[in-house]
């Protein structure tokens, strides 16, 4: 099993001892050892204090500069930009002093057409033994970090024409905040099949918490967005960090984002790795029951829209086994 840094992050399948259930893909960082609850003992398993929970496996280093594939190597998962990039918003786990200064450094970045190629060629296809990129299901380009709007549009339109040239058809899905007018969803419309997911983050307090670029988007505009998106045949979600915004918020302003969407969108649950982060969250977003609020609010936005979360996209989920009472596949 591969050792994994302190203060570095560390990517993983589990597979619960109690329920049996699939193994399911984690993210998590590491820690001293009285810094957390949580630990992998020598054989594999993780424990909870003296209590084994889990079986883990595919133990390694997330450095956020490798891309990696999901869904069980159906998904590639692109990390395009520099991490480093990404800054300015205050509940953002890079304003504190939680990682090893080289995790956030990148070794190669996939913003030229060649590192693109190469990247393709070199640890896509050569390292799984593929001919082509014919049994991707999905390309996610999952970045805050570029700079504009036509920055990001060119960035995925290179990446779906390099691509496509290697045998990729299916979808490219991508989740940002950049992307913020219809004209710049037209040219993509001519691309096809692709998926726009707003990183919306949060409803409340806006123009405090993200950095002045991003706080500059008001919701109505994000909302006419993805109504928008919906309109050209996209599927169409947002992404979401339960833990930022009150109950009452996340009802209230909630449900006009769930009427425009044709995907259920992407909620991370806020993650704690810092002391000082307390002072960012939603009044009683320490506790489990902020969550379970939280979770029965989302349920009644999205009852009888047909629409459930996926496991597979969502490394911090508030849905593990059930939504809305039914088992999620």
């Excluded at 209590?51 to 999901?70: G, H, K, N």
Aim: charged share 25%; proline share 2%.
């Amino acid at each position: 099993m591969q050792e994994v840094p302190v203060n570095y992050r560390a990517r993983f399948l589990c597979r619960e001892i109690f329920s049996g259930k699939d193994s399911m893909s984690f993210a998590v960082p590491v820690r001293e050892k009285n810094a957390s609850n949580f630990w992998v003992n020598k054989y594999g398993l993780l424990q909870f204090k003296d209590f084994v929970i889990a079986e883990t496996s595919c133990l390694e280093t997330d450095t956020c500069d490798c891309s990696y594939f999901r869904k069980g190597g159906k998904v590639l998962n692109l990390n395009s930009n520099r991490r480093g990039n990404c800054k300015g918003c205050k509940y953002c786990i890079h304003n504190f002093p939680v990682y090893d200064e080289r995790v956030l450094k990148d070794v190669k970045g996939l913003t030229s057409e060649k590192s693109i190629t190469e990247f393709f060629e070199k640890e896509i296809l050569i390292k799984n033994n593929w001919s082509d990129l014919s049994e991707l299901e999905q390309m996610a380009i999952v970045t805050g970090l570029f700079q504009s709007e036509n920055q990001t549009i060119s960035h995925i339109l290179s990446v779906r024409k390099i691509a496509k040239s290697l045998g990729f058809k299916k979808e490219i899905f991508f989740l940002g905040s950049e992307i913020i007018s219809q004209k710049g969803l037209e040219r993509l419309s001519k691309y096809r099949p692709f998926s726009f997911c707003y990183a919306i983050d949060c409803f409340e307090s806006r123009e405090e918490r993200l950095n002045p670029v991003k706080a500059k988007v008001g919701l109505e505009k994000i909302l006419e967005l993805l109504q928008f998106s919906v309109s050209l045949g996209f599927r169409t979600n947002f992404a979401y960090i339960a833990g930022l915004d009150s109950i009452e918020g996340l009802s209230l302003i909630g449900r006009k984002f769930a009427e425009a969407v044709s995907s259920f969108p992407i909620i991370n649950i806020y993650q704690f790795q810092h002391d000082k982060q307390k002072e960012v969250i939603a009044r009683g977003a320490n506790r489990l029951d902020y969550y379970l609020k939280a979770r029965i609010e989302i349920e009644k936005m999205f009852s009888g829209a047909g629409l459930t979360p996926q496991n597979w996209e969502n490394y911090r989920s508030l849905w593990y086994h059930y939504f809305q009472n039914i088992y999620i596949q």
